[in-house]
């Protein structure tokens, strides 16, 4: 089971602007981990989105982008175009669980 | 350019031992900092990481997992290879294997993933 909450969905209308939120615990996010989101699209492999709370990989736009605070974190997508469809999961690492943990994933729909 | 693919049964029964081979390019398991990991994603659901192994063999396994699990590399073959004793229908998923660089803490590169089905 997921260690990171985040809403199921999210939905917004050509060009307006959404967030993702990503909820963790003292022990991943609040200790001080690093958060990163993955983006994906249907029937394909997730792809790296955000790395380091709101650094972006070479070639993904800067509609995209990334924050946290505390014990969460947040993705804001501005712009949103039809090609932003898919799911969307945070991802960090847990101190006592010494290992990775996701987010529950949020699923993207564009109006 | 990085790149990582998947392999192993796309069936197997309740009980069994799966075993899953990554093969990869475009970077080396000898390399100080590197890892590759494993992740799976039940149809629908959302996704787990499995384990890790680094390039100096050092391991890592989700506690909640580790006494099904086992990885291994082999190096000169750029393969990382991971078995799961006792499967059961739940363990019905896509693994993923991904690549982690140097003193980072998230996957920047992933195969396209091979589903497997537990099944009598």
């Known amino acids: 089971q997921s260690v990171l909450t985040q809403p199921p969905s999210v939905s917004g209308a050509p060009g307006q602007r959404v967030t993702i939120s990503c909820t963790g615990s003292s022990s991943n996010i609040g200790a001080g981990s690093d958060v990163h989101w993955y983006q994906q699209l249907p029937g394909t492999a997730p792809k790296l989105l955000i790395y380091?709370?709101?650094n972006r990989p070479s070639g993904v736009p800067d509609r995209f982008s990334g924050s946290k605070s505390g014990t969460s974190a947040s993705l804001a997508i501005s712009g949103l175009q039809a090609e932003d469809e898919a799911d969307y999961y945070c991802?960090?690492?847990?101190?006592?669980?010494?290992?990775?943990?996701f987010g529950t994933g949020t699923k993207v729909t564009v109006l | 350019q990085i790149t990582l693919k998947e392999s192993g049964p796309t069936l197997v029964k309740p009980t069994q031992t799966l075993t899953l081979t990554c093969t990869f390019s475009?970077?080396?398991?000898?390399?100080?900092?590197?890892?590759v990991g494993w992740i799976r994603q039940p149809p629908g659901k959302a996704l787990e990481w499995l384990a890790l192994i680094y390039w100096d063999d050092d391991k890592r396994y989700s506690p909640s997992l580790k006494s099904r699990l086992t990885i291994t590399k082999d190096t000169p073959k750029n393969q990382v290879v991971l078995t799961m004793t006792n499967m059961d229908p739940v363990d019905t998923a896509t693994y993923y294997c991904?690549?982690?660089?140097?003193?980072?803490?998230?996957?920047?590169?992933w195969g396209q993933g091979t589903l497997v089905t537990v099944s009598s």
């Open positions: 991802q960090s690492y847990d101190s006592s669980l010494s290992g990775y943990v």
């Open positions: 380091g709370n709101s």
């Open positions: 991904a690549h982690r660089r140097l003193a980072s803490y998230y996957f920047d590169s």
């Open positions: 475009g970077f080396s398991l000898s390399t100080t900092g590197v890892a």
